[in-house]
């Protein structure tokens, strides 16, 4: 008998229901297809290399987006000025927009022009540390600088000392102004990009 002639039977059988498909003996109670401990090790290796390494892929991005969602967000704005004659009395607001509290808050400016006369430091009062600064929450500082004359394209550094939570070491935010003239000839702090 050839291979024909096997399977004509074959079929002939099963439409007689005298012999089960491999489909219908999945279906049928008792004759459930069972796989042996070979059929499982021959898996391919590479499916199961493949499955850990998404594994492990999704994993270190779970970490990254939750350590991004805690990172710290420190900004100053430019706010209210007390005199519009002196750029030196504008306070500046420092805003902590991270989701967590940071610490041990220090500020300070920096000017950067040679062309000052008697530029001198002031109160520290002005600048004195916050112990914490709360999620959402702001303080406002001045630079506490007082000087005689006042030149165009000044640049000042508004520096923030702080201690985020969950870290050891002080990070520092450093935000530069620039002084511009305003449409009634007043120097007014402008908030630029760091070099």
Known sequence: MNSRQIRDLNHAARKAGKIATPKENKSLPGKQHKEGPSQIKNQPKTSRLLKFLGTGFLAILAIVGAAYQFRPEVFVDRDISLNVRDPFATQFRVTNSGLLA????????????????????????????????????????????????????????????????????HLQKRTRFVNMRDSEGRLQWIKQSSK
């Open 102 to 169: 940071i610490y041990n808050v220090h500020f300070s400016c920096t000017i950067n022009n040679m062309n000052f006369q008697n530029v001198t430091i002031g109160d520290f009062g002005s600048q004195a540390p916050v112990p914490v600064l709360e999620s959402r929450e702001s303080s406002t500082k001045d630079c506490g600088i007082t000087a005689d004359s006042y030149s165009d394209l000044s640049e000042l550094f508004f520096n923030v000392s702080f201690r985020p939570s969950l870290y050891w070491e």
